[in-house]
């Protein structure tokens, strides 16, 4: 049971035009959702993230778009550049305490092609 | 630098073979979290300590087990590997669960 969902497997944007990256969830306990970006042979690096009490946040080139009733986040960066090709990892937490963790998705390559 | 500390890098060992990951997590992190990446596949949450005891527990096989010390760093510790269990190995650390997790570069695993 898959309870985090990036449909699409990977995504091509030109250098400069806006990436759109979408992810869906099923769980309505999630409350706090955040996004992961790999390169290959690395860990997965922090991004952005969102509590549920918000539908918006944004920092520099990149903003997270939380929609709840949809249960559906994306995460749009703009202008894209070439060193933003890499693999981005949705997340999800349901804050239960000590016995929370982060659900994620399978990802997402995205490509920027100069 | 994520500051989460991830030992061997890279291990490559034999069907059946016994192999010990470790895990200093960030200064200051009580919560502790295992994943895998397989080929293709996203990041299996396995599972997570919190101030030395297991607190969740995810696709983790009988094979797999994990413990965290008092000085609160982790070993990962998977037993008659299989060569389906090659794999990335991932550690990640956090102050409080739920919240944002800091992830360590991981150890290579080949099972030849």
């Known amino acids: 049971d898959q309870q985090v969902k990036q449909n699409s497997p990977s995504l091509s944007v030109q250098e400069g035009r806006i990436s759109i990256l979408n992810c869906d969830y099923t769980n309505s306990m999630f409350d706090y959702f955040l996004w992961y970006k790999k390169y290959p042979a690395e860990g997965p690096t922090f991004l952005i993230s969102i509590s549920s009490i918000k539908d918006k946040n944004e920092d520099g080139r990149f903003t997270v778009f939380l929609n709840k009733s949809a249960k559906h986040l994306s995460l749009h960066i703009v202008p894209s550049q070439p060193g933003d090709s890499a693999v981005y990892f949705c997340?999800?937490?349901?804050?239960?305490?000590?016995?929370?963790?982060?659900?994620f998705g399978k990802g997402i390559t995205l490509s920027v092609r100069p | 630098d994520s500051g989460v500390t991830q030992t061997p890098k890279h291990l490559i060992t034999a069907t059946g073979q016994r192999v010990t990951l470790r895990c200093s997590p960030r200064?200051?992190?009580?919560?502790v979290y295992w994943y895998q990446q397989s080929l293709d596949q996203g990041l299996q949450f396995l599972i997570q300590y919190y101030n030395g005891e297991e607190r969740a527990k995810g696709n983790i096989l009988e094979r797999f087990s994990a413990q965290q010390f008092p000085d609160l760093h982790s070993e990962l510790n998977l037993s008659s590997l299989e060569l389906g269990d090659s794999a990335l190995y991932f550690c990640?650390?956090?102050?409080?669960?739920?919240?944002?997790?800091?992830f360590g570069e991981g150890s290579w695993l080949t099972v030849v």
């Open positions: 200064s200051g992190d009580l919560s």
């Open positions: 997340a999800a937490s349901a804050k239960s305490g000590a016995n929370s963790k982060l659900t």
């Open positions: 990640a650390s956090s102050v409080v669960a739920g919240n944002t997790i800091y």
